[in-house]
């Protein structure tokens, strides 16, 4: 239990207890506690594991390498709910940048920053977006004091589970936000399947949340609720669980084969050149027809079986305005 026995995110007295789950990662042992008062689970050690750690963690590095380019559900969601609101707009932990370049097509004017200098390098050099940068909340509040009270919206999807000082977080948000301006957020949904969240963990994931918990959290600081919502697991996710847990038993390596083939062809002729492009092309086909047929059944089956249950919410997204009178 934490020093003093209080829960770190409403610092409300807490009773000696154990806690409901333990995980251990590289020799730490972590304990999941849930708080009565404001309904967070957070593990303790409550720690950041720092930049370093998500440069070098597989998850991370791989996006950073071959960056998304198009916006998630959440990125498209957060525009529309602001249809006809236009201004600056800040993303905290803005990763490759994929949702700061849907923002500025839209009329914002992007901003962002991340600790992980592979994901600001690629915001940067693949999306050519103007003013990102490799730093902290703490150091861009302190090195652009003319930039506090001026931001309109700000984001930060999937980063609030990473935090471990959450109410330092809310106290510079609130600084940086125009007086009637936004915030917007994602994360794991608390209740959601456990086997299709396996990464909703320390050191990488710290806490847990749900409707109640989140709302009452960022009320508690200041900021009114727009729109609170889970979101559900699409089929699409259920087929690549499937694929990605026993697509090796199943490859063909049709992909392979038809690159190997496409680099040993030197005839430079036009139309001997377009022949591996297409071929490609049906390969491609005929995998993803695969992918369907093997583990379309059983990504099915899970669909229907969550389906009506509030395990196949896997994610959390919140939209709240912060109060006039801050």
Same mark, same amino acid.
């Given at each position: 239990?934490?020093?003093? +026995?209080?829960?770190?995110?409403?610092?409300?007295?807490?009773?000696?207890?154990?806690?409901?789950?333990?995980?251990?990662?590289?020799?730490?042992?972590?304990?999941?506690?849930?708080?009565?008062?404001?309904?967070?689970?957070? =593990?303790?050690?409550?720690?950041?594991?720092?930049?370093?750690?998500?440069?070098?963690?597989?998850?991370?590095?791989?996006? +950073?390498?071959?960056?998304?380019?198009?916006? +998630?559900?959440?990125?498209?969601?957060?525009?529309?709910?602001?249809?006809?609101?236009?201004?600056?707009?800040?993303?905290?932990?803005?990763?490759?940048?994929?949702?700061?370049?849907?923002?500025?097509?839209?009329? =914002?004017?992007?901003?962002?920053?991340?600790?992980?200098?592979?994901?600001?390098?690629?915001?940067?050099?693949?999306?050519?977006?103007?003013?990102?940068?490799?730093?902290?909340?703490?150091?861009?509040?302190?090195?652009?004091?003319?930039?506090?009270?001026?931001?309109?919206?700000?984001?930060?999807?999937?980063?609030?589970?990473?935090?471990?000082?959450?109410?330092?977080?809310?106290?510079? @948000?609130?600084?940086?936000?125009?007086?009637?301006?936004?915030?917007?957020?994602?994360?794991?949904?608390?209740?959601?399947?456990?086997?299709?969240?396996?990464?909703?963990?320390?050191?990488?994931? #710290?806490?847990?949340?749900?409707?109640?918990?989140?709302?009452?959290? =960022?009320?508690? +600081?200041?900021?009114?609720?727009?729109?609170?919502?889970?979101?559900? @697991?699409?089929?699409?996710?259920?087929?690549?669980?499937?694929?990605?847990?026993?697509?090796?038993?199943?490859?063909?390596?049709?992909?392979?084969?038809?690159?190997?083939?496409?680099?040993?062809?030197?005839?430079?002729?036009?139309?001997?050149?377009?022949?591996?492009?297409?071929?490609?092309?049906?390969?491609?086909?005929?995998?993803?027809?695969?992918?369907?047929?093997?583990?379309?059944?059983?990504?099915?089956?899970?669909?229907?079986?969550? #389906?009506?249950?509030?395990?196949?919410?896997?994610?959390?997204?919140?939209? #709240?305005?912060?109060?006039?009178?801050?």
């Amino acid at each position: 239990m934490r020093e003093g +026995n209080q829960c770190p995110l409403c610092e409300a007295s807490l009773p000696s207890m154990g806690g409901v789950e333990k995980h251990i990662d590289a020799g730490t042992t972590y304990t999941l506690y849930e708080c009565e008062h404001c309904g967070v689970a957070f =593990w303790t050690p409550l720690k950041n594991p720092g930049g370093e750690w998500y440069e070098h963690d597989e998850r991370y590095a791989g996006a +950073n390498k071959n960056p998304p380019r198009d916006p +998630n559900y959440n990125h498209r969601l957060t525009i529309s709910l602001l249809t006809g609101k236009k201004g600056r707009v800040l993303d905290i932990g803005c990763g490759t940048g994929n949702f700061l370049s849907h923002a500025m097509k839209r009329g =914002w004017i992007p901003y962002g920053i991340d600790f992980d200098a592979n994901a600001v390098r690629a915001a940067t050099d693949v999306f050519l977006l103007p003013n990102i940068e490799l730093a902290s909340l703490e150091d861009f509040v302190k090195n652009h004091t003319e930039l506090h009270g001026t931001f309109d919206l700000i984001t930060f999807f999937d980063v609030f589970e990473h935090l471990d000082a959450h109410r330092l977080f809310a106290e510079l @948000v609130a600084d940086l936000l125009t007086p009637d301006g936004y915030i917007a957020m994602s994360m794991p949904y608390r209740h959601g399947a456990r086997w299709l969240q396996p990464n909703d963990l320390p050191p990488r994931h #710290l806490t847990r949340w749900d409707e109640h918990s989140l709302t009452s959290f =960022w009320r508690r +600081n200041g900021f009114t609720q727009v729109s609170v919502r889970r979101v559900p @697991v699409p089929f699409s996710a259920l087929l690549m669980k499937f694929r990605f847990r026993y697509g090796k038993a199943f490859s063909f390596g049709l992909i392979t084969k038809v690159e190997t083939s496409a680099k040993k062809s030197t005839i430079g002729t036009q139309a001997t050149i377009g022949i591996p492009s297409i071929q490609y092309r049906l390969l491609l086909l005929a995998a993803r027809t695969k992918d369907l047929l093997l583990f379309g059944i059983p990504a099915g089956f899970s669909w229907l079986y969550l #389906l009506g249950r509030r395990e196949r919410y896997t994610g959390l997204y919140a939209l #709240l305005r912060k109060d006039h009178h801050e």
